[in-house]
């Protein structure tokens, strides 16, 4: 490019012919095109700033373009520059252009018919991260790699979309409404392919033979869609494969044997089918695999021994499921990178395996819901990263030895140890947590365990505490008012214990539900945890994403209900059913503008309803049933649309939802009799129910849950 043919240009921007003429003289002096910089020039792009730079006179020296020597666009490079606007048919002019990179901008609308035909030196094609949408009409021949990924493009991957595209390497149209099969012809004519991304598409369908003969094939995703069937023989053909990754679908049958073909495997992700069967018994050929993805499956039977010889193995995520088998006869010891390992809800049995111990990289260790036996081990303390320890349900001893020696895993973030020490004595000696024991604990979970004892005064100590449940024990005398010193603690369930006393004041403290500026840790989990929610098992993959939750319920608590309640601004669930709290409903629980559960039926409480109660606009589960409140219902449209038993056993209600007007105020004693003998009606699904969703599903037996926050 010469500054004459620039100047040039310049100063005769006007004659066309001109130029034109200088252009076929000076062409190989890399200087823009003229059709193709109006080409550019008419792309309907703009941003939002800064704007391109696109104002001198060579194009090829403008921001995101380079041109071949012979001063044709050969790139259009602007990932990431605020583009907004469509594509528009001009682009088809410009029949040098082999990279195009429009990905992470704001492009909007149709594909325009055609448009990448006329393009036949096109390689490289990157749309991903825009809003386009409408159905994909073909590529030339000439395409290497195509990723449309993440915008709205819908119809079906037509043969026409890729049987002239021979050289294609990859091609990742996930996260768009692509319907239809997944195709495999990309395989039948292509020795190059390497990458195919389907995944979270609407795909259905079988997926069909013919990816074995990918023989290049690394990379295989098309989970998140609706494929059904089994998994093609085929694939296992194709021994380049490093990754298969087909979750959440509806797969099913075995994972065939013949997968140790694949010998170059590293990920095998099949979480969410319904896969059956054993793992192959082989599976150990596979020395290169790290992330076995399993879990939420049919999958039966025992680990084949040979998995302890995938040395490389990072996570291996098999929960959910029916494996069995007694757990100490695995060595893990064999796995030193392994950092997740997830067996959870499984029928496995015996002793906890001492061999995990010395799994130096653990972070995470989920055995909960099995059948394991035995006491926690003095050598969990050499897992110097384990953050995430949750063993419920299951039949361990000791919880006095589990402490002691847990206080020494000083990264422990998360320990759920429910449904295990049946009966045993809480431990409330003192000086069993030092005082900088348990620092990093956010979550901690011993509910289930029938405990006997006070409420142990070491929780205190644990600063960072956000979550605590200790549902379903014996604890007896009253409920700390330290708790309102634990400065991050937002949730916790104490029902279904034997507490009793008051209602402490100073809990209406508590500044993670008081102060809207607490801090938040987004944090992910390295697991996530579960606990049942509106008869499903509820997910939570970040810890602020549970409820702000204070539930007492089932304990003999009596007093009053403090009108300091009104401060816990951020609290999302109030359960104080089945006390005996006595005197009014304080108006001060209005101010609870978060409210979505408030249950206080079952106790002694009388008055009216607070009118102001009906401002509490979230509120989706409520009762205030069987306590001696007098007057009418407070009407407001979320008031009333609870059914008549979240009011009922109440001698003097009335008003809708109640059969009974108000001038009427006479309630029957049948009334109050069937609510007996139906037991007490509580307005949210039972755990019972729950468990029997559960246990049909994944057909495990026992009781499955977190009960923890079962809201
Ligand atoms: C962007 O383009 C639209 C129409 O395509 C136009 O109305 C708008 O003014 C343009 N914005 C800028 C900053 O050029
Ligand atoms: C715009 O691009 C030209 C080259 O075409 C360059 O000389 C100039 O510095 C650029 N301006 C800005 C603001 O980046
Ligand atoms: C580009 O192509 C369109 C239609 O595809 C045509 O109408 C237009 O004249 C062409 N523009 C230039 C600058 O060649
Ligand atoms: C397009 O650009 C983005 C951002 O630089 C980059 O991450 C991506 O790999 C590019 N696409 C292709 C196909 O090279
Ligand atoms: C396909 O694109 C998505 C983003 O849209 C990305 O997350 C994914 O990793 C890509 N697939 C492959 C196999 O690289
Ligand atoms: C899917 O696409 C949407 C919109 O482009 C994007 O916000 C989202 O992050 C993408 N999801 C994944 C998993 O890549
Ligand atoms: C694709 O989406 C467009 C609207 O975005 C719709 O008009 C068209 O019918 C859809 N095509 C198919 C095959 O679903
Ligand atoms: C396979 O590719 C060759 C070019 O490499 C082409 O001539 C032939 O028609 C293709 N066959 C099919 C079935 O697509
Ligand atoms: C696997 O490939 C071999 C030859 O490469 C072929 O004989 C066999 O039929 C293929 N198996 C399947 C299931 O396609
Ligand atoms: C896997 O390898 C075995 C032995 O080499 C062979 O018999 C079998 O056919 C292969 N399976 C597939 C699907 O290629
Ligand atoms: C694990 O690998 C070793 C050596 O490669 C082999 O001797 C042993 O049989 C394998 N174990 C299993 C259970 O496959
Ligand atoms: C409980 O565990 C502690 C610490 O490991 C141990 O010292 C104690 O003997 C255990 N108690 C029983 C009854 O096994």
Redesign the pocket.
């Given at each position: 490019m010469s500054y004459q043919t620039r100047s040039m240009q310049y100063l005769m921007p006007h004659h066309l012919l001109f130029t034109l003429f200088l252009f076929a003289i000076f062409s190989a002096n890399h200087a823009c095109n003229q059709i193709e910089r109006n080409s550019l020039l008419s792309l309907p792009f703009n941003t939002s700033s800064p704007p391109l730079n696109w104002s001198s006179a060579d194009c090829c020296y403008w921001e995101g373009i380079s041109c071949d020597d012979k001063g044709q666009v050969t790139h259009i490079w602007l990932p990431y520059k605020g583009l907004r606007g469509s594509m528009s048919p001009s682009l088809g002019n410009l029949t040098y252009l082999s990279h195009l990179n429009l990905s992470h901008n704001s492009l909007l609308g149709h594909l325009p018919k055609g448009l990448f035909l006329s393009l036949n030196q096109l390689m490289v094609l990157d749309l991903s991260y825009n809003h386009l949408f409408g159905e994909i009409s073909g590529w030339p021949a000439s395409v290497q790699i195509v990723d449309i990924s993440s915008n709205q493009f819908n119809g079906t991957i037509q043969s026409l979309f890729l049987q002239r595209a021979w050289s294609l390497i990859e091609l990742n149209v996930s996260n768009n409404s692509f319907t239809g099969s997944i195709p495999s012809y990309p395989c039948i004519n292509s020795s190059f392919i390497r990458l195919l991304d389907f995944s979270r598409n609407l795909h259905g369908g079988q997926i069909p033979s013919g990816l074995g003969s990918c023989s290049k094939l690394k990379v295989l995703r098309a989970g998140f869609n609706s494929l059904s069937g089994l998994l093609p023989h085929d694939i296992y053909n194709a021994t380049w494969l490093e990754e298969i990754s087909l979750p959440s679908n509806d797969l099913s049958g075995p994972i065939s044997s013949d997968i140790v073909n694949l010998t170059r495997l590293t990920n095998l992700e099949l979480f969410e089918n319904q896969l059956s069967g054993k793992l192959p018994a082989n599976i150990g050929n596979l020395s290169k695999l790290k992330y076995v993805i399993l879990h939420t499956n049919f999958l039966t039977s025992s680990l084949p021994p040979s998995l302890m010889n995938c040395t490389n193995l990072i996570e291996l995520i098999l929960r959910f499921n029916l494996f069995e088998g007694d757990i100490t006869t695995y060595n893990f010891s064999s796995l030193p990178q392994l950092t997740t390992i997830d067996l959870g809800f499984n029928t496995f049995f015996g002793n906890f395996p001492i061999s995990l111990y010395s799994c130096k990289s653990l972070r995470a260790i989920r055995l909960s819901y099995n059948r394991l036996e035995g006491?926690i081990q003095?050598e969990v303390a050499q897992l110097e990263f384990l953050s995430f320890l949750v063993l419920s349900y299951n039949r361990l001893?000791?919880i006095?030895?589990a402490i002691?020696?847990l206080i020494h895993c000083k990264t422990l973030s998360v320990v759920l140890l429910g449904g295990n020490f049946l009966y045993e004595a809480i431990p409330t000696d003192d000086s069993i947590v030092s005082s900088n024991g348990f620092e990093n604990i956010r979550f901690l979970g011993f509910g289930d365990c029938q405990l006997m004892g006070q409420f142990p005064i070491w929780l205190s100590k644990i600063k960072k505490l956000e979550v605590l449940n200790l549902v379903s024990n014996r604890i007896t005398g009253s409920i700390p008012g330290w708790l309102s010193t634990l400065p991050r603690l937002f949730a916790f369930d104490l029902s279904n214990n034997l507490i009793s006393g008051e209602f402490p004041k100073e809990l209406c403290a508590l500044p993670a539900l008081v102060l809207a500026e607490t801090l938040v840790d987004n944090n992910y989990l390295n697991l996530p945890v579960f606990s049942a929610r509106d008869g499903t098992l509820g997910q939570y993959n970040v810890l602020s994403n549970m409820r702000q939750t204070i539930k007492i319920a089932n304990n003999s608590l009596s007093g009053n209900i403090p009108i300091e309640i009104g401060h816990l601004k951020l609290l999302r669930q109030l359960d104080l059913r089945h006390n005996n709290f006595s005197g009014n409903i304080p108006h001060q629980i209005s101010e609870l503008a978060n409210l979505e559960l408030l249950d206080l039926s079952t106790n002694r409480l009388s008055g009216e309803i607070p009118s102001s109660l009906s401002r509490l606009h979230f509120l989706s589960r409520f009762s205030v049933a069987n306590n001696n409140l007098h007057g009418p219902i407070p009407s407001s449209t979320q008031l009333q649309s609870f059914n008549a038993s979240a009011y009922e056993g109440n001698l003097g209600l009335c008003g809708p939802p109640l059969p009974h007007g108000c001038t009427n105020t006479v309630s029957t004693n049948e009334d109050i009799e069937e609510e007996e003998e139906n037991g007490p009606t509580i307005p949210w699904f039972p755990i019972s129910v729950v468990l029997g969703f559960i246990a049909g599903f994944w057909g495990v037996c026992g009781p499955l849950l977190y009960k923890f926050m079962s809201n």
């Open positions: 006491q003095p001893t000791n006095t030895g002691k020696i």
